[in-house]
């Protein structure tokens, strides 16, 4: 396929994940601050702050200015309206490749969002918004995984959705183990709420909640789709798929990092990385953002020497 | 005593009896009571149906459109919104015995035009013949000097022709104008016949209606007879502007259907005169251009300098014969209105016969004596801008007031060369279902004509109306509407 369909596809589908990502973390910060706790407000919306817009944070959050600059901030380029928004800017200029349901639902998302209005202080309606965004998350999903051929461009939709999120989930456990304050038994149903885990991990570890077991279940459980090592065995998936339709593409560089990232979540059990969380959880995203780099050398934005077909 | 019945509670009887008819030809009525004979079936369908039932069958024809997306923009109004193009729900009917004299005459005149366009890229016989003034031709605002010489694939420089044709009081079909670089509306004629057969599928079946479908293959297979030689398995494309532009529908559609790829000129690489396209599997080579973009914002390097919408070095990959183009570059010159005045002459030259199709009489502003003539009855005219298309730069004299035609009378004073004029003439009625009931508007034709290893126009074509009451302004980009055309069997 074109090579900027194919870039197109991606990123309509990394910035709709990154909208969902932030609508999770959201609605659970907006639930947890109702309840006191170690924590204080602050704390915790610094917390989604900087696991939603790093670099953009500083210490002195706004509690009160959070909320609506995460939702919707015209000019950050995280808010969830802007997300959506470039999702489906991605998505209309493919619209041929993508099937009309999921353009209609991705447009009619886009204006229901948009069409709430956002005013500072008005959490209702930001968490309104949230709750779309969730709500056609899912939907999108499904539509997208029942109306589409699963060929390139799908692979390349399963591409986009699963780095995001391997780099959400990444950011977003390295903002909740921070070394030097223990989160207490509510933090943690938030962090599990923020990747609509709590259920699942309940069922699989019992409702104790140990920071060791949630670690293990976030970062390296294959079944749950909210984990890394869930979202890198995916985006395994889908470039051996890719590359299998383009033989004779140089894809060495891109199957090593992404090999290289699967064995850093395949072969270590938690109590060998909890310690050193940080920099693991920073070697991850290093290396997706690697990844990233290397799909779009290989198959975007390559020079033309060398690349020539018949 | 009459009782006046609201429109909508009206069946179809009573609806047309009140169609009234002025001096043009009416395609489907001789009088009020005799529809034409190829007419008769709707006339009785129409004249069966209740009130309300032609408004329900209009509501699911709109919604067909609707939901498939079919839409068009309209500039001209203050935002250029994107509207779901208006169609008539009644169908044009066209004899056989019609269709024949049109299709002969169409090809005719595309086969002398092609050889014109030719003769005038390389050796202008036929303007030292002074059978076409070269200061006409080499004043053209498509002339392209870039082009003389350069050799095109098999000789075929009109790929895909739209020539408008209507029918005068008289009855028979003359030619309004051609459109040589970029016609569009195909896809708009190949979604309206699918609504069709889905509102009218009895009428349809019993009036043995000519197929339309296999354009999109007669196209691509039109398109890959220019393939460059020894690339047996040719790669055609799709050139579009992108999303943004008012025909983007029709370029994906036709993609889609012909089941080539749609690029834009950012997804193209000229290497050593040879264009390729940006994959993912790698750079993939295009020999085949079916270019949706105009001349001038094909190549940077060329022509427009700021043009984003084409690629640098296509036009020396198509001087070097590595990709064709269709239709090919400055075709322009052989649709310019001033032109249009000789093509019958240019009908005589290259092929010695009288054109089958006549054209409508034109009278060009740079001839003084014709501009006189004209200027000063200026209310009887059609006066156009030769080089403008879509409906633009015309006055139209019936329709004008004093003020429009003294602006208009100093606009061609001050560029003679720019302007031709024609009379007035009264194009054809057809019913339409406006508002609720049926009522005449002025129509035209529009026959798409492929030229590949032969000629081929697919049986009917667009056939444009006017949608404001007495306005003879069909151009969709002005607010014109189209209805399916039925060509019949025998």
Known sequence: MLSRVADSLYWMSRYFERADNASRVLKATYNLILNPAKFSTEERWFRAVSSLAPGAASSNVDPQRALFLLVADTEGAFSVVNCIGAARENARQVREEISSEMWEHLNRLFHDVTGIELQPNDDAGAMRAVSLVREGSYRFSGITAATMNHDEAWHFIQLGKYIERACNLSVLLDAYFVVDKHADDLDWVGLLSSCAAFEAYCKACTAELKPERIANFLLLKPEFPYSVRYSLDRMHEALTSISNLSLSRRTEKVERLIGRLQSMVAYVQVDEIIAELHKYLAAITEQCRELHAAVHELYIEYPIEGAFRT | ?490
């Open chain 2, 1 to 490: 005593m009459i009782i006046e019945t609201d429109a909508s509670n009206r069946g179809g009887a009573e609806t047309l009896r009140r169609y009234e008819l002025d001096g043009a030809y009416d395609e489907m009525f001789r009088t009020v009571d005799h529809p034409r004979k190829q007419y008769r079936l709707l006339h009785n369908l129409l004249l069966s149906l209740g009130p309300g039932e032609l408004r329900r069958s209009k509501h699911e024809a709109d919604q067909s459109f609707f939901n498939q997306g079919i839409t068009f923009t309209v500039y001209g109004n203050d935002k250029g919104t994107e509207r779901i193009f208006p169609h008539d729900l009644l169908p044009r009917i066209i004899t056989a015995a019609e269709w024949e004299r049109i299709e002969r005459g169409l090809t005719q005149r595309i086969t002398a035009l092609n050889l014109f366009l030719k003769d005038v890229y390389h050796e202008e016989k036929i303007i030292e013949d002074g059978v076409v003034p070269g200061k006409v031709v080499y004043t053209c605002k498509h002339y392209r000097r870039g082009m003389r010489g350069i050799k095109v694939p098999r000789d075929v420089y009109l790929t895909v022709v739209g020539t408008d044709l209507i029918r005068n009081p008289e009855g028979d079909f003359v030619v309004l104008e051609d459109n040589l670089r970029v016609p569009s509306g195909v896809s708009y004629m190949l979604t309206s016949r699918r609504v069709m057969k889905q509102i009218f599928p009895g009428l349809f079946q019993k009036c043995r209606v000519r197929p339309i479908e296999q354009y999109s293959q007669e196209l691509l297979s039109t398109l890959r007879f220019l393939a460059p030689e020894g690339r047996s398995e040719p790669t055609v494309v799709l050139l579009t502007p992108g999303a943004y532009n008012s025909a983007y529908f029709e370029h994906a559609y036709l993609a889609r259907r012909m089941g080539i790829e749609l690029v834009e000129g950012r997804d193209l690489v000229v290497h050593d005169n040879v264009v390729y396209m940006r994959t993912t599997f790698g750079l993939q080579r295009v020999d085949v251009i079916y270019r949706r973009i105009d001349d001038d914002y094909l190549d940077p390097l060329v022509f427009e300098r700021g043009s984003a919408l084409g690629a640098v070095g296509l036009f020396n990959a198509y001087r070097a014969g590595n990709v064709a183009f269709a239709n090919a570059l400055g075709t322009g010159v052989a649709d310019d209105k001033a032109i249009y005045a000789y093509v019958p002459k240019i009908i005589r030259y290259y092929l010695d016969q009288d054109p089958i199709l006549e054209s409508v009489e034109t009278l060009l502003m740079s001839d003084p004596a014709q501009r006189d003539h004209v200027c000063q009855r200026l209310e009887e005219y059609v006066v156009k801008a030769v080089g403008e298309s879509g409906g633009y730069g015309m006055l139209i004299g019936p329709h004008s007031t004093e003020q429009e035609r003294s602006e208009f009378r100093e606009k061609i004073n001050a560029q003679p060369r720019n302007y031709i004029a024609q009379p007035t003439i009264n194009l054809s009625t057809a019913p339409c279902f406006v508002d609720g009931t049926i009522e005449p508007r002025h129509v035209d034709l529009r026959p798409y004509v492929l030229y590949g290893e032969k000629i081929t126009i697919v049986p009917g074509g667009l056939t444009r109306v006017a949608l404001r009451k007495g306005s003879l302004v069909v151009n969709s980009s002005q607010g014109g509407g189209s209805k399916d055309t039925w060509v019949l069997q025998n």
